[in-house]
């Protein structure tokens, strides 16, 4: 629970920190200095596969948004194809624009794989983690586990299957409009879906430099 009494009433900058706390991990526990809650925290136990859970980027359920003590949370989530140069470059604009962000996301030329995106200050990392159901047969869905099969089936797209832009960013003063614009801007324009598979997969691998070339 968030601290109550005199440490709740405190600067703006602890309203600020706790708000970026609970907007980052709204479940972790508080516990107060001092007040002989620490011990109780760390002898409580530890669930390793709910902890393993939230660090998937298959299963993790990024933050809700939210708006307090001047701290925003947004979530991006679009279903149309990224282009994988026009990400790469708002990349330099999109990191610093939060103190955290992280979801998954997929572009046109890699329709197949889930990219996992993780950034916090001025760093980011791009990993591959995996494939996109939608893009396996039904008999391969077995060698996954329930969980993973269950957050494919509850956010199944009709065009897209599983396959998702999924993006949140946190930061105090965060310019929402601003990094939804430019997100927007990455996404695939009527004349490029029109060009279709073949015409996707020629297109510059702008990741190269993060990620395996591309099959």
Known sequence: MPPTGPAATGTAELHAGLAMLRQLHPTARYARLGAGQLASCVLDGFDVAAARDRVNPALALLPQ?????????????????????????????????????????????????????????????VEECGPWLVSLPDAAWELYPSSRRAAASLDWDPAHGDGVQQLSFTAEGLDVDGITELLDSCLLIDAELAAGEQGWKTLPDAFEDLLDPVA
């Open 65 to 125: 948004e939210a708006d307090e003590a001047g701290v925003s949370t947004m979530v991006w989530e679009r279903r149309a194809p990224l282009h994988p140069g026009r990400l790469h470059e708002a990349m330099e604009q999109l990191v610093p624009a939060a103190r955290r962000s992280r979801g998954r996301f997929w572009t046109v030329n890699r329709p197949d794989q889930m990219l996992a995106w993780d950034a916090a200050g001025a760093n980011l990392a």
